[in-house]
């Protein structure tokens, strides 16, 4: 497994509208949009820092998977995002270590990238991201 560099931190939000005060009007970053992920009930905003990139997640519905992390720890870090060379490759390597996985196939993310989620319990308590961008 290769992996390439953190491709981005993702931070769950009530609004992004609200929180991209901070990231936009107070820090200066670049707003690089908004796109809805409606398969995962949620919509992400990038700001592009350097070579990666902040991403803020807000739900699209009261049952999706941000609305009940915001309801279990409140705003804040949600996950680390990696980009690896092959992503198949990298889940059956880390599944053949014993890593446990949420995916055990990558599915569309945001910006079309394919991305795979591992267990936090395998992780010392960190969601992690896999991503591939072709």
Do not use: W
């Amino acid at each position: 497994m290769k992996v390439l560099k953190v491709d981005h931190i993702g931070i769950a939000v009530k609004s992004i509208d609200e929180t991209k005060k901070l990231y936009h009007d107070l820090l200066g970053l670049d707003h690089a949009g908004n796109e809805t992920v409606q398969e995962q009930k949620v919509t992400t905003a990038f700001f592009p820092v350097g070579d990666t990139e902040v991403e803020l997640l807000e739900s699209t519905s009261e049952d999706g998977p941000i609305a009940k992390y915001l309801e279990k720890r409140g705003e804040g870090v949600q996950h680390i995002a990696f980009r690896v060379e092959n992503i198949e490759e990298a889940l059956a390597e880390l599944k053949e270590k014993g890593i446990k996985l949420i995916d055990e196939k990558p599915r569309r993310g945001a910006g079309g990238a394919k991305i795979a989620f591992l267990h936090p319990k395998s992780t010392y308590g960190v969601l992690v991201e896999l991503c591939q961008r072709d």
